[in-house]
């Protein structure tokens, strides 16, 4: 298949596996979230005039 059929395609490329699904509202790394939530809670943004 060439990349001109795919982009004419109307059926999508990726098919997202359904047993994934089990892991919706869960958190897989908390230390990693802890982080990137303690991050951003610092960062200082730039302030834009209009």
Do not use: H, Y
């Not at 982009?7 to 994934?20: C, G, Q, R, W």
């Not at 230390?31 to 951003?40: R, S, T, V």
């Amino acid at each position: 298949m060439k990349i001109s059929d795919l982009n004419e395609a109307k059926v999508p490329i990726v098919k997202i596996d359904k047993s994934l699904e089990r892991f919706r509202g869960k958190v897989l790394f908390p230390e990693k979230l802890e982080l990137a939530n303690k991050l951003l809670a610092n960062i200082k943004l730039p302030k834009i005039t209009a």
